[in-house]
């Protein structure tokens, strides 16, 4: 049985105060995905049914399953009736943190902690990235959102999902991934780059969407200590911004953007945002 498409062509009636008419738009799927553990599932979210396979390595890094994607022996994600299914088989002296990483996920996109059957587990320890990541300009961090536009075909098709992308100083944006959930835009993102071998600690995450506590552990358990986002974030994932040593630059728009944490990675001159 074959994928299902990530999106779909569905007649509407496009009204304004003078007039009707009929359109066709693009909306994108939601499909249940399983994350599938030596044939024990351990999370089911509801995703874009594309980028899969970054997708489950990814949610492994982030959710501490693995630590590096050597040790997701096999992969093969398979399309079932009501859903589908990647299934992995991973390293056995993993199999202790898959049993520590207790969860079951079943609700809706957005919804990044559903499950956690402990408060330790909601918010956990995260690595100390201070002095750590890159030096940025004031108008490279303020252009981010703008140049991850270009990297959201998905978005320009259906204006219905997050795109999570990756910034290299003097590169621009080198990689995107977008899903209808932000946590799994990120997620696809770092798997990603971890089949690519490309290291989180030489740019910044680029965000469409606010920032919260979870999107802020999966970029500090990736080695990321440079996080943009075009709207805000919540002051508990501030707090923990904080104190892993992330720089957190908000409202990033065009011209401008608010810088929350650890200035120490922006260069000194500001003058191109006043």
């Known amino acids: 049985m074959s994928l299902p498409d990530p999106t779909t062509q569905t007649p509407a009636t496009h009204v304004r105060a003078t007039s009707r008419a009929d359109v066709t738009r693009t909306l994108p799927e939601e499909t249940a995905v399983a994350m599938v553990y030596g044939g024990s599932t351990q999370a089911v979210m509801m995703a874009t049914p594309a980028d899969l396979e970054d997708f489950a390595v990814g949610f492994s890094l982030t959710e501490g399953i693995v630590t590096h994607p050597s040790q997701i022996e096999r992969l093969e994600v398979l399309a079932h009736p009501k859903g589908v299914e990647a299934q992995m088989w991973i390293a056995d002296d993993r199999t202790d943190a898959l049993a520590a990483r207790r969860r079951f996920m079943a609700g809706p996109v957005g ?32 252009r981010a959102t703008d140049d991850l536009r270009g990297w959201q075909p998905l978005h320009d098709r259906t204006r219905a999902v997050h795109a999570a992308g ?109």
């Open 166 to 274: 990756f910034m290299i100083p003097g590169q621009g944006i080198v990689l995107a991934r977008e899903d209808v959930g932000r946590h799994n835009a990120l997620d696809k993102l770092i798997g990603a780059m971890a089949r690519q071998g490309i290291d989180a600690g030489q740019g910044a995450f680029v965000l469409t969407s606010r920032v919260s506590v979870e999107m802020v552990q999966k970029c500090a358990l990736a080695g990321g200590a440079v996080l943009i986002a075009v709207s805000a974030p919540t002051a508990h994932a501030l707090r923990l911004a904080q104190g892993a040593g992330i720089t957190l630059a908000a409202f990033a728009r065009g011209e401008g953007f608010d810088l929350f944490s650890h200035p120490e990675r922006l260069r000194a001159e500001v003058s191109d945002v006043a």
């Open 111 to 142: 919804c990044g902690l559903c499950g956690i059957d402990s408060l330790d587990e909601a918010v956990r320890a995260l690595p100390d990235l201070s002095g750590a990541g890159p030096v940025l300009d004031a108008g490279q961090i303020a």
